[in-house]
């Protein structure tokens, strides 16, 4: 790293010329095509979505609709018990360069991260570095595919909407300069440098800014044109780097006798788990012939979204939590239509709920 920054000095000296011309050498880092990595990243530019933890984005759908202006967190999707894990990110120098707007709109800088650079006039340049801080991220082999093809199955995309998948999350701080083309004969204040035959007067200090990037996968599209492609040929069609243009609500949300009801999605702010999955406790009234379980279809509703809410609130009210959320679970059981001991048993599919107590800290 320290050897990069070597080449990266142009001048960090005040210049004050008047009128007597300006020779300066022309500076190597300029117009630096972006590694491939960068290249498949989207960038979040609203600063409101900094309010989010890195792993309260992470594994989530993310939906925007043609009348809304935000981005709403669906459901968190991950494999099966798979831990996100935060990741500090020291001397994370990833690029450096001059660019201009022509660069960021044409060619291979018209990628997402390099947008900033994209509303520059014509006489301006910017010295831009960019430093990852900290990342959440999902291992390709564990992106939960058939998990998603199933979401996909049970929620068709409508026609106008967006909505990605997300498989990492950085937190992302972008440095620059902005620099303003000068005469060779011009009053200089601050660093100055050349690029091509054009002089630049820059600003003497960086604007460091942050941001989140992310990898978004366009999972639609993918499983769309995707019949028969393994997981990975999935993942690398699925890949989508888009400026994510508007801001991000944090999910279904509703409150019942003063309790915030959250659906699948955990909140963004910091809390303890008080209790955790909790369902309505049952007197099972199932058949049972020798060691098969047969489930009826009272015992099955018993664990609807409606009851679950209305157990897991007055436990909340009892131990002091102050939010629920509600998580959703699918299995197969066997199951008779009827309480008919001559039944035969079907499989059923089980969608049952359970809940989660959490607590502001």
């Avoid at 997300?166 to 620099?179: C, F, I």
């Avoid at 769309?224 to 999935?234: C, E, I, P, R, W």
């Avoid at 020798?290 to 009826?296: K, M, P, T, W, Y």
């Amino acid at each position: 790293m320290k050897a990069m920054w070597n080449k990266l000095v142009i001048v960090t000296f005040t210049i004050i010329l008047v009128g007597c011309g300006i020779k300066l050498n022309p500076i190597g880092q300029a117009f630096i095509p972006p590694p491939p990595s960068l290249k498949e990243r989207s960038l979040w530019p609203d600063p409101s979505v900094l309010q989010y933890k890195l792993d309260s984005l992470v594994g989530y759908i993310i939906h925007k609709s043609p009348e809304n202006s935000d981005y709403v967190r669906v459901r968190q999707i991950l494999t099966d018990g798979y831990t996100l894990t935060l990741e500090p990110i020291k001397e994370g120098l990833f690029y450096h360069s001059v660019i201009n707007s022509t660069f960021a709109t044409q060619g291979e800088g018209n990628i997402p991260i390099l947008s900033v650079a994209a509303s520059l006039t014509s006489e301006q340049a910017m010295e831009l570095s960019i430093n990852d801080k900290a990342i959440v991220h999902i291992k390709e082999d564990a992106i939960p595919w058939n998990k998603l093809k199933a979401f996909k199955t049970a929620n068709p995309l409508k026609a106008g909407d967006q909505r990605y998948w997300v498989q990492a999350t950085m937190l992302t701080q972008l440095s620059y300069k902005l620099a303003t083309k000068i005469d060779s004969d011009a009053t200089v204040s601050g660093s100055a440098y050349k690029v091509a035959s054009q002089n630049y007067n820059a600003a003497e200090t960086f604007t460091r800014t942050p941001y989140i990037t992310m990898l978004t996968l366009d999972f639609d599209a993918a499983i769309d044109s995707g019949a028969g492609l393994n997981n990975k040929s999935l993942t690398d069609s699925a890949i989508s780097p888009v400026i994510l243009k508007g801001g991000l609500t944090e999910g279904p949300l509703k409150t019942v006798k003063g309790i915030e009801v959250w659906y699948d999605n955990f909140p963004v702010k910091s809390y303890d788990i008080i209790q955790s999955h909790i369902s309505p406790p049952y007197i099972s009234q199932s058949n049972v012939r020798g060691n098969q379980r047969q489930f009826n279809r009272d015992e099955i509703s018993n664990y609807s979204r409606p009851k679950v809410i209305e157990y897991a609130v007055e436990q909340a009210i009892i131990h002091g939590a102050d939010s629920i959320v509600i998580h959703r679970d699918e299995s197969y059981v066997q199951s008779c239509p009827q309480q008919d001991q001559n039944c035969r048993s079907q499989p059923l599919k089980r969608i049952t709920f359970n809940a989660s107590l959490i607590k502001s800290r």
